[in-house]
Nanobody
Framework: QVQLVESGGGLVQAGGSLRLSCAAS????????MGWFRQAPGKEREFVAT????????YYADSVKGRFTISRDNAKNTVELHMNSLKPEDTAVYYC???????????????????WGQGTQVTVSS
């Protein structure tokens, strides 16, 4: 059973930084791509970033490109999201997500991920 547990959210002022972490368990980690999504109140869940199983390729939403960095540590079964230059519009619940099959293409829609963490709240004040 795949389990994903996020941590690291909190309250930060605009322009600040946060680091989110996701610990994965229940299956071999280093052969699966991973993703981060977020959902603001009243909005649909949206793609933030995704990383290839070996860390070789990453994709970002245009809204976070240049400010956020996704990384992974396959020895620790973790994936992180480093967020810099945070803006009030980054306020949302952030979710870690895992795909159903190993390797494969990097997915950028929620439909591509059947496994989700419980989410961690990020609030950016102006």
């Amino acid at each position: 059973q795949v389990q994903l547990v996020e941590s690291g959210g909190g309250l930060v002022q605009a322009g600040g930084s946060l680091r989110l972490s996701c610990a994965a368990s229940g299956r071999t980690f280093n052969i699966y791509n991973m993703g981060w999504f977020r959902q603001a109140p009243g909005k649909e869940r949206e793609f933030v970033a995704t990383i290839q199983w070996n860390g070789g390729t990453t994709y970002y939403a245009d809204s976070v490109k240049g400010r956020f960095t996704i990384s992974r540590d396959n020895a620790k079964n973790t994936v992180e999201l480093h967020m810099n230059s945070l803006k009030p519009e980054d306020t949302a619940v952030y979710y870690c997500a895992a795909p159903p099959r190993p390797w494969g293409p990097l997915e950028r829609t929620p439909r591509g991920y059947p496994y989700w963490g419980q989410g961690t709240q990020v609030t950016v004040s102006s």
